[in-house]
């Protein structure tokens, strides 16, 4: 019911601008004869259909292309893995859902933050040698960082494996990042054990 | 130019559209002249809102078009492969980024099985591993073993979520390849400790009995048991 009443109020206005601009443009019609009135008329009436028809296509290409957008959004808000846009600077301009999961934040606090505050203190280097490279090469570049973020009662840490790309013309590039944790413990244990056996031939006489 | 022409075309067609709309609307013609002017009037005054509305039509489909764009640069240019797959596992989209992985052209890829691009010793995992994403409406990942063409073997990171409101399952791998032939030399060199350990362990067994028999000999040959070793 709003809703109507809303465009019914549109179309009052919309109607009063028009014969506010009617009136500003020269009239001579009662001057002219009867069978260029006739004239006149059917001239409108085509223009009027154009317009119509015009507006209607109009409509179609707007509807088409908000359909495209809704299904590359859900794309990418839902992608299995991790999207974040950076300035140059390295602040965050957009983000995924997983990203901000990822991240420990809602995607809203976490937009126009830098991402290097997000970051363990050993892998901040990494990451700015990433962006700098990234910047500088327009080359795909990869690194594995420490995720960590903190709250008053817990601190919560995740390796993630990044690649990064410049977004083309743009002074921006784009992350990806997925959850390598799992991996990375195994990693360690795996370097541990060699370390244990190292030392373990090293004592055998 | 040819734009300018085809512009031109376009208005004419328009034009005509709308001569043959018209006669099917007629109905009541004025019948005097001040009948004439109101109607001139209104119709004019039609226009002009016709006209404005169709500058906001114009506007708002720039602004949807903007849209559009920045979302499906975000897809197609995304550093990671990403892939909608049907429930019976046909590639519905991909972005370049997958299609580079799997050494293929985009539209080549479309409509075909995934599982065609994945190496013999992945696909039993990666059929399972397809299988359970469905199951589980849980996020999952796997590591696979690509089909190359080239000598050099591909392996990719597979992260796999089912869609909500839809039978698709989306999948965003990146190549591994770097790492896993890292993790292949850590094992290798597990393996070379562990072998080296078990020489030793061996040698000092073959010591042990050597050392018996050494004793045997020399018990059966009367020496004294303070002179053995």
């Not at chain 1, 937009?111 to 962006?131: A, E, W």
């Amino acid at each position: 019911m709003k809703k109507q009443d809303k465009s019914v109020n549109e179309a009052t206005l919309l109607r009063l601008i028009a014969e506010d601009q009617l009136k500003n443009e020269i009239s001579t019609y009662s001057e002219l004869s009867e069978l260029n009135h006739l004239k006149l008329i059917h001239e409108l009436q085509v223009h009027q259909i154009e317009l119509e028809m015009q507006n209607e296509e109009l409509l179609k290409a707007q509807q088409q292309t908000i359909i495209i957008t809704e299904k590359y959004v859900e794309l990418y808000d839902f992608a299995p893995s991790g999207y974040v846009t950076l300035s140059n600077e390295g602040d965050i301009l957009d983000l995924n859902l997983s990203a901000a999961d990822m991240l420990g934040k809602n995607r809203n606090q976490l937009k126009n933050t830098r991402f290097g505050f997000l970051i363990s203190h050993d892998s901040l280097s990494t990451f700015n040698q990433l962006l700098s490279r990234c910047f500088r090469l327009n080359e795909k570049e990869s690194c594995e960082l420490l995720l960590l973020h903190k709250t008053d009662t817990v601190e919560k840490s995740m390796y993630v494996h990044v690649d990064a790309q410049v977004c083309k013309g743009q002074n921006k590039c784009m992350i990806t990042m997925i959850d390598i944790s799992e991996r990375k413990k195994l990693e360690l244990e795996l370097k541990k054990t060699i370390e244990l056996l190292r030392e373990h031939n090293l004592n055998t006489p | 130019m040819k734009t300018q022409e085809n512009d031109k075309s376009e208005a004419k067609e328009l034009r005509q559209k709308a001569e043959e709309e018209l006669k099917n609307r007629k109905s009541t013609k004025p019948i005097n002249e001040v009948d004439n002017l109101k109607l001139i009037h209104e119709l004019q005054v039609h226009q002009i809102e016709l006209e404005m509305q169709n500058e906001e039509l114009v506007k708002a489909r720039e602004q949807a078009e903007e849209a559009m764009e920045k979302y499906t640069d975000l897809y197609d240019f995304a550093p990671s492969g990403y892939i909608s797959l049907s429930n019976e596992g046909s590639i519905t989209d991909l972005n370049f980024s997958a299609a580079t992985m799997l050494g293929k052209d985009r539209k080549h890829l479309k409509n075909t099985r995934l599982g065609l691009y994945v190496s013999h010793k992945s696909l039993e995992l990666w059929n399972e591993f397809f299988e359970e994403t469905f199951r589980s409406k849980k996020k999952l990942s796997c590591e696979l073993l690509l089909q190359s063409n080239t000598d050099k073997p591909c392996y990719i990171h597979v992260d796999a979520l089912v869609s909500q409101n839809s039978n698709t399952c989306l999948v965003t791998m990146i190549d591994i390849t770097k790492r896993k032939s890292m993790e292949v030399e850590l094992e290798s060199s597990i393996n070379q400790y562990k072998n080296l350990n078990k020489y030793f362990l061996s040698r000092e067994l073959r010591m042990v009995m050597i050392k018996e028999e050494v004793n045997e000999l020399l018990i059966k040959s009367g020496c004294e048991e303070e002179f053995l070793i």
